[in-house]
């Protein structure tokens, strides 16, 4: 993997990492299904109006705007209202990365190598770590959802390289056009008219800056890049990159949330760059792959 593809992956990694804040903050003032749609209407409005369809099925466009925005951000939203901190959430959500892994060999027919698997099983023992120091201040349900969402970004991660080498922006946002109105109707059914109309006339410029970053450099600007780098390198290869956002969700959740990074979550950080570097490592010299027959 060129060192400018590493570099992108890494601005992508910085910019999501912060984007578990801005989520927390936007589910505490508006209803958290609500703010997705909300969203993914920024995100998809006006750019589809601008940018031609990608060249790639029709059913691959719209499921994965179904993956992304309507399960991914669904999950996640709701997670995070219900209790789970910015800083665990980040955490929680990488384990896409092995979602991906696997669901690229069944689908797709990617065998990992021998590497990508010790490299993922130490970035995992990363992951267990700082998890294990955080559990104990949430519960299962919102657990539970993040999880969900951590298989359905890996589903949209199998999604995107199956499109192949399309547009990576004119495939985020003919992507997400799917999400805003499913988003919508679950948002009514679950929360409420009374709710969403109170939400909409109490709507604020600090509101407005909070949609306006999940849409445009959390969605379009990160999504973009990352459908871009998933197009030209294995998905086991830049999925990995995402082991790295819990750090910088942690960073961001610490300064401008005040949660709390503890030795041990440290430890764990350092763990999941070591699990990073072999993979990266070890793909870059073409390891042979794990034969599993």
Known sequence: MPLRHILLALLVVAIWGFN???????????PP???????????????VLFVRPPKAPAWIVVSFGLAFGVALYGFLNLGLAWGMPAGLSSLVLQTQAFFTMVMAFVLLGERPSRFQVIGAGIAFAGIGVIASERLEVTNLLPLGLVLLAALSWGLANVLTKKAGKVNAISFT??????APLPLLGLSLMTEGWPAISAA??????????????LAYPATLLGGGIWSWL??????????????????????????????TVTRIEILGALLVICGLIVTLRKARKSEPPIRLD
């Open 173 to 178: 946002v003919w992507g997400v056009l799917a």
């Open 200 to 213: 909409l006339r109490e709507f604020s410029w600090s509101d407005a800056g909070l949609i306006a970053f």
């Open 20 to 30: 578990f804040v801005v989520i927390k903050l936007s589910v505490e003032a508006m």
């Open 33 to 47: 299904i609500l703010a997705a749609a909300l969203r993914f209407a920024a995100a998809a409005f006006p750019a």
């Open 230 to 259: 998933l197009g030209r390198h294995p998905a086991s290869v830049v999925a990995p990159f995402t082991l790295l956002v819990p750090i910088t969700g942690l960073a961001s959740g610490y300064l401008v949330l005040g949660e």
